[in-house]
């Protein structure tokens, strides 16, 4: 669960990051990279889908400066996954309500990713 967001950092259960993150339903953080900073493509979320999550919500950034293209909307969409893309610090609070209401609907957690860009 994501403890707090402010620009340029994140904290996930207790840990604070200052590098843009996936995280994912088990709690596993991993660093985000992209190819082009605020751009984000299908090559930048593969590793994301490949896990099989449900719901994958993309924070853009505190302003919301980075962009989804087409062709990853597209890819997610085909694969099944529901695709959430907001404000980081939206994003983030959407992320915890998930893995909340899934935790108290079926007694588990539901297949969640989230990836947060920090900044801009």
């Given at each position: 669960?994501v403890?707090?967001?402010?620009?340029?950092?994140?904290?996930?259960?207790?840990?604070?990051?200052?590098?843009?993150?996936?995280?994912?339903?088990?709690?596993?953080v991993?660093?985000?990279?992209?190819?082009?900073?605020?751009?984000?493509?299908?090559?930048?979320?593969?590793?994301?889908?490949?896990?099989?999550?449900?719901?994958?919500?993309?924070?853009?950034?505190?302003?919301?400066?980075?962009?989804?293209?087409?062709?990853?909307?597209?890819?997610?969409?085909?694969?099944?996954?529901?695709?959430?893309?907001?404000?980081?610090?939206?994003?983030?609070?959407?992320?915890?309500?998930?893995?909340?209401?899934?935790?108290?609907?079926k007694?588990?957690?539901?297949?969640?990713?989230?990836?947060?860009?920090?900044?801009?």
């Open positions: 669960m403890n707090e967001y402010r620009f340029g950092s994140i904290i996930i259960d207790g840990k604070n990051y200052q590098h843009d993150v996936e995280v994912r339903w088990l709690g596993e991993l660093q985000w990279r992209r190819e082009e900073s605020h751009l984000i493509d299908v090559e930048d979320i593969k590793r994301s889908t490949e896990q099989n999550p449900e719901t994958m919500i993309i924070g853009t950034g505190e302003a919301g400066v980075a962009q989804v293209t087409g062709n990853a909307r597209k890819f997610i969409q085909e694969k099944g996954i529901k695709l959430i893309i907001d404000k980081t610090g939206e994003a983030v609070k959407t992320f915890n309500t998930i893995l909340k209401e899934s935790e108290l609907e007694g588990e957690q539901g297949k969640v990713i989230g990836l947060f860009h920090l900044t801009c």
